[in-house]
Structures are given as C-alpha cells and as structure tokens.
C-alpha cells in the first residue's frame, strides 16, 4: 500500500467520529448533475449517487448520514461512525442544524453537544494507513456500489470518482453547526464554490 492516507490524522483510528467527508468526482467533471438559479438538477448519476448515500446506514449498521450535499462534480457528507462523543457547550447565538436522525438531540434546550473530541496526544500513534477503518471502508463501499451501478446501467463513463477522498473530523460544536451551514447553503453559493471552475 502506498502512502496517499497519510495526511490523515496519527492520533485517531476512524472507527469512531463524527466527520465531514468531501469525495469529488474523477477530474473534477461535472457529471452529477447541474446548478441553474441556486437550484441543483440531477444528471442519472447525480440519482444514482444521492440513492446510494441513503443506502449507507442500511449496509454499515455503525454509520449513520447526518446531512449531505450532491453537487456537480462532488458530495459533501456528514457521517457519524460508532459512538459519539460528546463535545463542550456551543457559543451562545449558534446556528442550530436539525439534519441528524434524532433531530431532539439538536434542540437548543437540553441538547447533546456533538464532536470527536479525542485528543491530539491520547496515547500511541496509529501507524496505519487507515484503510481497513470503519470510515473507509463506509466510503469505500458506497464509491463501488455507484460504480458498479453506474457501469451496469451504461449511463457514466468511467472512472466516476478521483481515487481518494477528504475527511475533516468534526471536534466540537461549533464546528458541527458552522459545517453543516455550509452543506446546507452549499447549492446556492456555488457560483464562489472552489469546485465550481
């Protein structure tokens, strides 16, 4: 195995997080779909691939979609994988997102702060490269089955993805909410977004 995981993060394993997760598609092509007055239109792969992302909690018991964007040429994902931690108290005047599946958990009164908040230092490094995680192996096969079906349905060319993709770990509230604002208002700034050219 080559070293294209090695930017992820030393001190944490990716069984158990919560994480903002960007996978683009091969060359950046804009096959998902497209956006026209703040509004997106789903090619078939674009359908394909939102199917796809519903259907990862029915194959990973251990992972569940808090909030998503398909955009032209790349998602946005918000998965939670194993347990949650649990994060210090939002700023006050914090914007309040109600995407996970448990919305009551998110209310503004006696809600749950969300975060992996594992330390940068919590004990010996992890040495691997990360690809036999819970998190990878969530990414690897919701990539395959899109693939697959795409192929099968000769409605793509292929390669449809890049070969790896970004993960942010999400380490406490504020980064929770100021992330999912992002996904949420991600259709409407895209003529700014940086995938957009």
């Known amino acids: ?3 294209r995981h090695q930017f992820r993060a030393k001190w944490h394993d990716y ?19 497209s956006i026209f007055q703040s509004r997106f239109k789903p090619y078939p792969l674009g359908e394909i691939v939102n199917d796809c992302i519903l259907k990862i909690p029915e194959i990973h018991r251990n992972v569940e979609v808090w909030n998503y964007v398909v955009m032209p040429n790349h998602i946005h994902l918000i998965l939670s994988v194993g347990a949650q931690y649990i994060a210090p108290p939002a700023p006050s ?13 998110l209310t503004n009164e ?16 992890v040495d691997d ?11 690897r096969t919701f990539k ?22 970004h993960e942010h770990i ?8 100021n992330i999912m604002y992002y996904i949420d208002t991600n259709v409407e700034k895209w003529d700014t977004d940086c995938f957009s050219k």
């Open 1 to 3: 195995m080559n070293n």
């Open 15 to 33: 069984n158990c997080g919560i994480y903002f997760v960007t996978i683009c598609s091969h060359n950046k092509s804009h096959v998902f779909g």
């Open 93 to 105: 005047g914090t914007i309040i997102h109600n995407a996970a599946p448990d919305k009551s958990a």
């Open 110 to 125: 006696g809600r749950q702060n969300v975060g992996c908040l594992k330390p940068p230092m919590h004990g010996t490094p």
């Open 129 to 139: 490269n990360h690809f036999n995680s819970a998190l990878c192996i969530a990414i």
């Open 144 to 165: 395959a089955a899109v693939t697959r079906i795409a192929g099968a349905q000769c409605i793509a060319p292929l390669p449809v993805w890049q070969r790896n993709y």
């Open 170 to 177: 999400i380490r406490d509230q504020r980064a929770f909410d």
